[in-house]
């Protein structure tokens, strides 16, 4: 699977899809809202077809942004999303913390049928080793809120696993360098997986490539599922 966040387009250009040519099967969520064209936008690349796709949360004041999309294999769900930024001054965290808890409870609900693989673009990073602190005031600003970290915390407890940080006890890596015009490296991308799958992790690694293509490095997951 490939998925990718933030594309903010409508449709898939025919480049990526050729570029992806080994994933023939994809779709993209796209923003719909009024205001909100060329905003968002999450794609997913599979080399086979799911048996299922989800798109959306089910909650409207989320679901006119393209933020999710959830996909169900024969053995697990895959669910991409490009989480909301609570705002330069955290005038969105009402908000987002909504989001997260639509999250929590969808994730849970889906762990109850299969294993679920969750990732994307979360916009948090969740622990001090996930934050390069460069003088500014990180606590209060967006993806580095106290609010934001202890809801990934109460995300990881309902039954989820950080994959990258399960292998990597003590590695910093970042998959983001700029935060609002400032350099504020961080980790706010992420695969977690059910807490049931963490003996099938093989690999779960940022591949940090200079951000020469976005604002983000890409991060990779091998799993046995």
Known sequence: ??????????EIPPELKSALDEYPWSTLVASTG???K???????????????????????????????????????????????????RLENLPKRRRWEATIRRKLSDLDVKKPVIYGGDLNVAHQKIDAADYGVNIRTAAGFADQERADMTALLGSGFTDTYRS?????????????????????????????RLVENITESDVMDDGMSASDHCPIMLKIII
Request: glycine share 10%; net charge negative; hydrophobic share 40%.
């Open 167 to 195: 292998l990597h006890k003590d590695s910093a890596a970042y998959t983001s360098y700029l935060w609002m015009g400032a350099r504020i490296p961080a980790r706010l991308d992420y695969f977690l997986a059910s807490n």
């Open 34 to 36: 009024k205001g909100r």
């Open 1 to 10: 699977l490939v998925f990718l966040g933030e594309t903010r387009c409508d």
């Open 38 to 88: 060329g905003q968002a936008g999450v794609p997913l690349f599979s080399k086979e077809q799911p048996l299922n796709i989800w798109k959306g949360t089910g909650v409207e004041e989320f679901d006119d942004a393209g933020r999710l999309i959830i996909a169900e294999y024969a053995t697990f769900f895959f669910a991409g999303a490009y989480a909301p930024n609570s705002g330069a």
